[in-house]
């Protein structure tokens, strides 16, 4: 099932990419809880990377506040397409490349969210 969902990029204090997908009622509903989040993220002196709205059809278990590194087990291959939209996809043993061209980013991140079958 297709959802409406926050997807944010962040840094973590070892460089590495981490990503964070929460769910949202709707677009608008979306929009408020990303410049939230990137407001209270920036204050926190985290640095995002990226932050965008979109239909998203991987659910992953709710985001938990505090996860440590250690918990961030989980991989994914984030593709950022140029028009906005967005793909999330898990990563097993497959090496994943980040590369970035005029149609699209692509990001190798870990995260403490793992997927909901």
Do not use: W
Request: aromatic share 4%.
């Amino acid at each position: 099932m297709i959802e409406i969902a926050l997807l944010v990029i962040s840094l973590t204090s070892d460089g590495a990419h981490r990503l964070t997908l929460t769910p949202a009622e709707n677009l608008a509903a979306c929009e408020d809880s990303k410049l939230a989040v990137t407001g209270i993220l920036a204050s926190a002196g985290i640095e995002v990377v990226a932050a965008r709205c979109g239909e998203n059809n991987l659910h992953l278990t709710p985001f938990e506040h505090g996860a440590s590194a250690e918990e961030e087990v989980y991989k994914y291959r984030v593709v950022l397409a140029k028009d906005g939209g967005f793909t999330v996809e898990p990563l097993s043993d497959v090496d994943c490349q980040p590369t970035s061209d005029a149609l699209r980013k692509v990001y190798c991140v870990r995260s403490s969210q793992s997927v909901v079958e």
